[in-house]
């Protein structure tokens, strides 16, 4: 049978058809779409009308759509196509939904455009990607431009907030080898209570009742712990216990801490230098402006250079009560990296150091993530001066070895026993806690 002009035509056509289809992505959407609007013009427009530059995307995208090429399209993929593609332009591309999750904690954008969250503890695949390291390094800088901040081969790792307040390190070659990097560390919008940490299993209802007392005591705490250990999330929960009428002055790398509640909270955030190198301000300038702004309470996000000098002056300056977060394993680890860290900014002997971490630090409380995911409250130790020994002495009071086990007392401060004299608690409060414990 004979086979016409047109039929061939058709036939010949159909596979190319098919092969549109299959082939066809938001990267292509995304290179098409130049030909229409300039996408320099649009981040320009974002900031004078956000809702003005998105109808104009969506129309240059109409205006692909009409192409040969793209008509075969179906109106939904057509949407779907579109949303992504403003997602990518606008927002946070395929992080954009797992940013919104509560229950997610942490973002990792790994080799290839692979995607991994956190949900409880554990790290998961998310079921998203980015199709190419380009699309990543289209996100870093949408995050970076309004900061005034830039990542490239002369500087290839930078560190930044989002506007949610959640945290962003990315990583680009050729430092990272096998493409741009990015680790989101997420914060819930809302503070746990020292109650609702005891209902999570994080702490004893004893301990909560202890590390009460403390912060109304103005007892000065060192949280300490690995990364996503629950430190910052422990230090919110005692700030709930700081009373109103003292002013609090937080110090922070990148805005962390929250303060819903109380009313007298001055937020310092440090500055990192903008692309023309100009303008940093670290958490050490900020420690010292901090001690000319008639604080009662100091409280560092996290000490990890020269500012723990400072925040070991301050607090014994007259600002008993003071909090701040540490990388450590133990309570004398920590003691050992407080040394080292105040020795990179003047070269005074370990035991005059020390002298002042016995005399800055009442407690230290040790964080842990177990290997199921699960976060607690593993050790809590009192800190002093020996002046015989010229070495700070580390007393362990409390010691919990896995969120499943039961938690033993050591040992109990002598300032508990002040505690009813100072108006601080019921003697028969203390008594019924004291009664509570496991002691050897």
Same mark, same amino acid.
């Given at each position: 049978m !004979?086979?016409?002009? +047109?039929?061939?035509?058709?036939?010949?056509? !159909?596979p190319?058809v098919?092969q =549109?289809?299959?082939?066809l992505?938001v990267?292509d *959407?995304r290179?098409?779409?130049k030909?229409y609007?300039a996408?320099?013009?649009?981040a320009?427009l974002?900031?004078e009308?956000?809702s003005r530059?998105?109808?104009?995307l969506?129309?240059?995208?109409?205006q692909?759509?009409?192409?040969?090429?793209?008509?075969?399209?179906s109106?939904?993929? &057509?949407?779907?196509m579109t949303?992504?593609l403003?997602?990518?332009?606008?927002?946070?591309?395929?992080?954009?939904?797992?940013?919104?999750d509560?229950?997610?904690?942490?973002?990792?954008v790994?080799k290839?455009?692979?995607?991994?969250v956190?949900?409880d503890g554990v790290?998961?695949?998310?079921?998203v990607?980015? /199709?190419?390291?380009?699309?990543? &390094?289209?996100?870093?800088?949408?995050?970076?431009?309004p900061?005034g901040?830039r990542i490239?081969?002369?500087?290839p790792?930078v560190?930044?907030?989002?506007?949610?307040?959640?945290?962003?390190?990315?990583i680009?070659?050729? #430092?990272?080898?096998d493409g741009p990097?990015?680790?989101?560390r997420?914060?819930?919008?809302?503070i746990?209570?020292l109650?609702e940490?005891?209902d /999570?299993g994080?702490m004893?209802p004893?301990?909560?009742?202890? +590390?009460?007392?403390a912060?109304v005591?103005?007892?000065?705490?060192?949280?300490?712990?690995?990364t996503?250990s629950g430190?910052?999330t422990l230090?919110?929960?005692?700030? *709930?216990?700081?009373?109103?009428?003292?002013?609090?002055?937080?110090?922070?790398?990148?805005?962390e801490l929250?303060?819903?509640?109380?009313?007298? @909270?001055?937020r310092?955030? $440090?500055?990192?230098?903008? $692309?023309?190198?100009?303008g940093?301000?670290t958490i050490?300038?900020?420690?010292?402006?901090?001690?000319?702004?008639r604080?009662d309470? #100091?409280?560092?996000?996290e000490?990890?250079?020269g500012?723990?000098?400072?925040?070991l002056t301050?607090?014994?300056?007259?600002?008993d009560?003071?909090?701040?977060? *540490?990388?450590?394993? =133990?309570?004398?680890?920590c003691?050992?990296r407080?040394v080292?860290?105040c020795?990179? @900014?003047?070269d +005074?002997?370990?035991?005059?150091?020390?002298?002042?971490?016995?005399?800055?630090?009442?407690l230290m @409380?040790?964080?842990?993530?177990?290997?199921?995911?699960r976060?607690?409250v593993? $050790?809590?130790?009192?800190?002093?001066?020996d002046?015989?020994?010229r070495?700070?002495?580390v007393?362990?009071?409390?010691?919990? *070895?896995?969120?499943?086990?039961?938690?033993q007392?050591? !040992?109990?401060?002598?300032? @508990?026993? =002040? +505690?009813?004299?100072?108006?601080?608690?019921h003697?028969?409060?203390?008594?019924s806690?004291? =009664?509570?414990l496991?002691?050897?």
């Amino acid at each position: 049978m !004979a086979v016409t002009l +047109l039929e061939r035509v058709q036939r010949s056509a !159909a596979p190319q058809v098919e092969q =549109s289809e299959k082939t066809l992505t938001v990267e292509d *959407l995304r290179e098409a779409v130049k030909r229409y609007l300039a996408f320099e013009s649009v981040a320009q427009l974002v900031e004078e009308n956000p809702s003005r530059a998105r109808n104009e995307l969506r129309s240059a995208c109409r205006q692909v759509f009409a192409e040969p090429q793209w008509r075969a399209m179906s109106p939904p993929e &057509r949407e779907r196509m579109t949303q992504e593609l403003v997602a990518i332009v606008f927002g946070m591309g395929p992080l954009e939904a797992l940013l919104s999750d509560e229950a997610i904690t942490e973002i990792t954008v790994n080799k290839g455009g692979e995607v991994w969250v956190e949900r409880d503890g554990v790290m998961r695949p998310a079921g998203v990607e980015f /199709a190419s390291d380009e699309q990543v &390094r289209v996100l870093i800088d949408r995050i970076l431009g309004p900061l005034g901040r830039r990542i490239d081969e002369s500087s290839p790792s930078v560190s930044a907030r989002l506007p949610q307040g959640h945290r962003v390190h990315a990583i680009v070659p050729p #430092i990272s080898p096998d493409g741009p990097i990015i680790a989101i560390r997420k914060f819930s919008r809302r503070i746990f209570s020292l109650d609702e940490l005891v209902d /999570a299993g994080s702490m004893e209802p004893e301990l909560a009742q202890f +590390l009460h007392w403390a912060v109304v005591a103005r007892k000065s705490i060192a949280v300490l712990g690995g990364t996503g250990s629950g430190k910052t999330t422990l230090l919110n929960a005692l700030s *709930l216990s700081i009373p109103f009428h003292e002013r609090i002055l937080t110090i922070e790398d990148s805005l962390e801490l929250k303060f819903q509640e109380h009313p007298q @909270v001055v937020r310092l955030e $440090a500055r990192h230098r903008n $692309a023309e190198g100009l303008g940093e301000v670290t958490i050490r300038d900020l420690v010292v402006d901090s001690l000319r702004m008639r604080p009662d309470r #100091i409280i560092v996000g996290e000490c990890r250079g020269g500012e723990a000098l400072d925040m070991l002056t301050a607090m014994n300056t007259g600002h008993d009560g003071s909090l701040t977060t *540490l990388h450590a394993n =133990s309570p004398q680890e920590c003691i050992d990296r407080l040394v080292t860290m105040c020795r990179y @900014v003047v070269d +005074l002997p370990a035991d005059v150091i020390e002298s002042q971490i016995g005399h800055a630090f009442d407690l230290m @409380v040790q964080t842990q993530r177990h290997r199921s995911g699960r976060r607690f409250v593993s $050790a809590v130790a009192a800190v002093s001066f020996d002046a015989r020994e010229r070495r700070c002495a580390v007393v362990p009071l409390y010691e919990r *070895l896995s969120p499943e086990d039961p938690g033993q007392w050591r !040992a109990i401060p002598e300032w @508990v026993e =002040s +505690l009813t004299a100072e108006e601080l608690a019921h003697g028969e409060e203390v008594e019924s806690w004291r =009664s509570a414990l496991s002691l050897p």
